[in-house]
């Protein structure tokens, strides 16, 4: 077993396309794969290994016939592990909808943990057991092991993957960089092996350091341009949002509108045609059954909220509201709409799915709590859903085009000055939307009294 460890290291250290390539697999966790994705992982992989085996063979019968210079002989390596880099790129690019540009950023952070988890291991190696190959191949694989378990945790929440990175300029640099430290490293080991009087000194501690810091320093501007674009997303897809609910607030202010008059003129012809008491009565508390209008003072609540128990009689759900219409005086309409909306729609599309319809009920509260205002809505909830920026993430298999109805009511109470909480406990899903009441809203409560 021991001799089998170091002939897999050595073959590993040989086709090391095969790790860079199972790095680029992790960080592609949740991008959609391409149509016969085992048959074109297996046949690229057989190709590349057939390259990679002709390569080697044929650098050997170059050194064989050629008498090479101790800088030639890197060349021809770094020419080869381009290639082998190259290949790693392709097969990603075959393997997932990645546009070149993306296959080549999750290359080079395949290729960046490879060459950082083979830097710390020779270091480890070279000054704790030399002489021992078989600890040096444990060390190896645990640390590979440690660093494709970290590339899980830190891509299992991200549920939009790498497909959408278009930083160009830090994939190229960041690709150069990564070149750069594999050429000084395979450069400064090679002399420092070759000099003995550099042998046992800290030489090989002070180069691999140096490669490890630039390794993790490109580590850190990939995954920030992920980051930055991520967050260019999240913005872009609110602004939409918002834009969308000006023109939903302005339909649907008409729609209610049009519904209460309509409503109120069929209860008063209703009281005209009906001649039997009895009967009128009957007729006027069925109709009451669906009037689904509210009136708390505040336009954009009574639109809201007369809009979406509309939509929970239709989904049979009950929505129970306790609202307050002079809190939140200071928002926007249009932003009160989108917040109050998006909340009470994030709880309807959940308890769509519920079977059970003494559980598909929806706790809805507006109310004043010290110097907030705060709405805070409560529904049944079957599973704790994961969690990813202090959110639920979406269950919805298109995340592109779902998921950002909290992350709108997140920024926009942000620009209030707000904040947004979310809690899942004791199957219970609870959203509190809270913002501060500033001194007009002080001034219009004390003009018509107290929001409790």
């Known amino acids: 077993m021991e001799s089998g460890l170091v002939a897999l290291q050595s073959l590993l250290n040989q086709y090391f396309f095969v790790l860079i390539l199972i790095g680029g697999i992790l960080f592609s966790l949740h991008v959609p794969k391409r149509s016969h994705y085992l048959l074109r992982l297996i046949g690229g992989m057989a190709v590349a290994s057939l390259i990679t085996a002709l390569t080697g063979a044929g650098i050997q019968l170059l050194i064989a016939w050629v008498d090479f210079s101790p800088w030639m002989l890197v060349a021809v390596e770094m020419l080869r592990a381009v290639l082998l880099f190259g290949m790693s790129t392709v097969i990603l690019f075959l393997l997932y909808r990645y546009t070149p540009i993306n296959a080549l950023y999750v290359g080079v952070l395949g290729y960046t943990i490879e060459h950082l988890v083979v830097l710390s291991s020779y270091c480890v190696r070279y000054y704790l057991f030399p002489q021992s190959r078989t600890a040096g191949a444990l060390l190896f694989f645990g640390l590979f092991a440690a660093a494709f378990v970290a590339e899980y945790l830190l891509v299992r929440h991200n549920r939009e993957g790498f497909a959408n990175i278009n930083n160009r300029s830090a994939i190229v640099q960041s690709t150069l960089f990564l070149f750069g430290s594999v050429v000084l490293s395979v450069l400064s080991y090679d002399y420092i092996i070759s000099n003995d009087a550099l042998v046992g000194t800290p030489a090989v501690f002070i180069v691999s350091t140096f490669g490890i810091l630039m390794c993790v320093n490109i580590l850190i501007g990939l995954l920030d341009s992920f980051r930055i674009k991520r967050i260019e997303t999240e913005l872009l897809k609110t602004r939409e949002l918002w834009h969308e609910d000006v023109r939903r607030y302005e339909l649907s202010k008409e729609t209610v509108?049009?519904?209460?008059?309509?409503?109120?003129?069929?209860?008063?012809?209703?009281?005209?045609?009906?001649?039997?008491?009895?009967?009128?009565?009957?007729?006027?508390?069925?109709?009451?059954?669906?009037?689904?209008?509210?009136?708390?003072?505040?336009?954009?609540?009574?639109?809201?909220?007369?809009?979406?128990?509309?939509?929970?009689?239709?989904?049979?759900?009950?929505?129970?509201?306790?609202?307050?219409?002079?809190?939140?005086?200071?928002?926007?309409?249009?932003?009160?709409?989108?917040?109050?909306?998006?909340?009470?729609?994030?709880?309807?599309?959940?308890?769509?799915?519920?079977?059970?319809?003494?559980?598909?009920?929806?706790?809805?509260?507006?109310?004043?709590?010290?110097?907030?205002?705060?709405?805070?809505?409560?529904?049944?909830?079957?599973?704790?859903?994961?969690?990813?920026?202090?959110?639920?993430?979406?269950?919805?298999?298109?995340?592109e085009d779902h998921g950002f109805g909290l992350k709108s009511v997140r920024y926009t109470l942000k620009k209030y000055g707000g904040i947004l909480r979310i809690t899942t406990d004791d199957h219970l899903f609870s959203a509190t939307a809270a913002m501060p009441r500033n001194e007009s809203s002080h001034k219009k409560e004390k003009a018509s009294g107290s929001c409790n």
Do not use: W
Request: charged share 30%.
């Open 257 to 399: 509108d049009v519904l209460n008059y309509r409503y109120h003129d069929l209860k008063k012809r209703m009281a005209l045609l009906t001649q039997d008491t009895a009967a009128g009565e009957q007729i006027r508390r069925a109709l009451d059954d669906y009037d689904d209008s509210f009136r708390t003072g505040n336009e954009a609540m009574d639109v809201v909220l007369t809009e979406k128990s509309i939509l929970c009689r239709q989904n049979g759900i009950t929505m129970t509201a306790m609202a307050d219409g002079n809190c939140f005086a200071s928002l926007g309409q249009v932003d009160l709409y989108s917040i109050l909306g998006n909340l009470i729609e994030n709880a309807i599309e959940y308890l769509k799915s519920v079977p059970d319809p003494d559980k598909r009920v929806i706790a809805l509260s507006i109310r004043q709590e010290g110097e907030m205002d705060v709405i805070h809505t409560e529904n049944y909830l079957d599973k704790t859903p994961k969690q990813f920026d202090d959110l639920p993430l979406t269950t919805k298999p298109d995340v």
